[in-house]
């Protein structure tokens, strides 16, 4: 028997001892033999991982969010992540087209066991990112992929779409933040290969991130289940980063030589490299604003993220950023991009290029911006 077939099986029978028969959904019927259900301890083990992991939080804003929805369903656009139906939509595992979905799903679902354990996650495909590039997948990670890649696209996507033909230091009527939405782990991992980020013309960028042999994939450093880094977790880093014992240790790391953030000091960790350029950008988007623009523009980790600004500070009554040049824009997406992604570990050359690139075409624009020595990996 196929191994995912046996495993679908195993799921089944688990799923029906346990109660979480709710979450799953199957266009067959399938009558589980009583055989495979003594020895399946190890599978009890798989699914309390499972269950305390983000991916089974049920109460989640990522799973209940359309809650007061009036039909009650995630919409097509989004279901795609938020919904096992929707995922198992999106890849045609329900015998519909694939990538796309072709219909809302019902709310109530999380990440299942169904939506990795399935013919599609088997066979490695091809996954598709906003942008429209496709990447053959490392092995087992196509639905890591399928759903860490972010909603929109920059150059190539619908960034650029919208910025059109305005020039880069025009407002006009149509421009407005374009999320790159949340977790784009997979497009950020990928770099220029995925396109996720918006890239400049005229630069070139990084593709994957190249770790370490048995530091590479997904599920090489997550463990699926729980999410949190794969047995032996931290011991794993250790032969290669003796200062890495625990969590956030790995914030600690240095192995680059540059000085990406140009502030002279070359002894600090990455993750302080990458902090100390998303800083400067965050510097550089207010001066620019009020510079140019006319408002300052100001940062929330809410929605709208973005709001007009007078004191650094999301006052009540302070709006959506309504202000935006094709600059700011490419900015801001890029700023939201590495900062959500954890882009310093996930691919930390990547990053550096796309923040540099955003100061410096923000400075293009605003003579008043001075740039550090950033030395662009
Ligand atoms: C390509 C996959 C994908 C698509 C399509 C997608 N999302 Fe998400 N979304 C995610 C991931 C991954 C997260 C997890 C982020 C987190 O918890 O921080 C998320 C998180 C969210 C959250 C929770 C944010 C929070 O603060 O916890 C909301 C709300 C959300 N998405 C809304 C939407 C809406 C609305 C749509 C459709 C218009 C949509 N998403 C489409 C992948 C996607
Ligand atoms: C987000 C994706 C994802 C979800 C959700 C998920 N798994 Fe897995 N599971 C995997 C991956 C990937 C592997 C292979 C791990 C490896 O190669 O180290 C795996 C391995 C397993 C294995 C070991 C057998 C094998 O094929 O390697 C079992 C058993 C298992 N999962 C059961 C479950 C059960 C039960 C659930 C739901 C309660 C579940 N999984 C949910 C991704 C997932
Ligand atoms: C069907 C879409 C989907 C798939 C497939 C998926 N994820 Fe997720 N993932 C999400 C959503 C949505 C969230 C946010 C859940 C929440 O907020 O509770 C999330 C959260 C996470 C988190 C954050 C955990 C935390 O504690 O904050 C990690 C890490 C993660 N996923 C890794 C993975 C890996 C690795 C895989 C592949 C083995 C994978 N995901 C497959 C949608 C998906
Ligand atoms: C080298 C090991 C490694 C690899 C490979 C890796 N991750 Fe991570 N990932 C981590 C660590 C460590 C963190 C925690 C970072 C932190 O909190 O500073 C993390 C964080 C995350 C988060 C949460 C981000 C946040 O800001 O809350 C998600 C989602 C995630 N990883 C998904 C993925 C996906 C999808 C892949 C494959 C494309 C992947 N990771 C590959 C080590 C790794
Ligand atoms: C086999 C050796 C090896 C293992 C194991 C390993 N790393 Fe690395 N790590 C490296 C090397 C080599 C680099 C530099 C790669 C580069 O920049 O091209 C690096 C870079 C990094 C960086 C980025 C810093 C930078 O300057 O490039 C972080 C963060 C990191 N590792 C964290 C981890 C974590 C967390 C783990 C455990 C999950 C881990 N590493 C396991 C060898 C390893």
């Not at 195993?10 to 979450?23: D, E, I, M, N, P």
């Not at 169904?114 to 598709?128: F, G, I, L, M, Q």
Request: glycine letters at 10%; a negative charge.
């Amino acid at each position: 028997m196929k191994k995912s077939a046996l495993l679908a099986i195993l799921v089944l029978v688990l799923a029906v001892s346990t109660g979480v028969l709710g979450y799953l959904y199957s266009t067959k019927t399938v009558t589980a033999p009583e055989a495979v259900v003594s020895p399946s301890l190890a599978i009890g083990d798989y699914t309390d991982k499972w269950a305390a992991s983000a991916h089974a939080n049920s109460a989640s804003e990522a799973f209940r969010h359309w809650d007061d929805s009036e039909d009650g369903t995630v919409p097509a656009s989004c279901a795609q992540c938020h919904a096992s139906t929707g995922f198992k939509d999106y890849v045609g595992l329900d015998g519909s087209e694939a990538l796309v979905v072709d219909q809302p799903a019902k709310i109530g679902t999380v990440v299942d066991c169904s939506v990795c354990h399935n013919d599609y996650a088997e066979s490695n495909p091809t996954v598709v990112f906003p942008s429209g590039l496709e990447v053959a997948s490392d092995a087992g990670v196509a639905s890591c992929w399928t759903c860490h890649q972010g909603t929109e696209g920059g150059i190539n996507g619908s960034l650029d779409e919208k910025i059109g033909t305005t020039a880069p230091d025009d407002k006009g009527e149509s421009l407005a933040f374009v999320n790159p939405h949340y977790l784009s782990v997979g497009a950020m991992y990928l770099g220029s290969e995925a396109n996720g980020g918006y890239q400049y013309e005229g630069k070139t960028y990084a593709g994957r991130f190249e770790h370490a042999e048995g530091v590479q994939t997904c599920t090489q450093c997550h463990d699926p289940h729980t999410l949190h880094l794969a047995d032996p977790g931290y011991a794993k880093c250790q032969t290669c980063h003796s200062e890495v014992t625990t969590y956030p240790d790995q914030r600690k790391v240095r192995r680059t030589k540059s000085d990406y953030d140009g502030d002279g000091d070359v002894a600090e960790s990455t993750y302080d490299e990458i902090n100390g350029l998303t800083e400067q950008l965050l510097t550089a988007m207010i001066a620019y604003s009020e510079n140019i623009g006319g408002t300052p523009i100001g940062f929330s980790e809410n929605y709208p993220y973005w709001f007009a600004d007078n004191d650094g500070i999301q006052d009540e009554g302070e709006k959506s950023y309504a202000d935006w040049t094709p600059r700011l824009m490419r900015a801001a997406f890029n700023y939201k991009f590495v900062t959500r992604s954890s882009g310093y570990i996930h691919n930390p050359t990547y990053s550096a290029q796309l923040l540099i690139d955003s100061i410096e075409d923000l400075a293009a624009g605003d003579s008043n911006i001075t740039l550090a020595s950033y030395v662009r990996p």
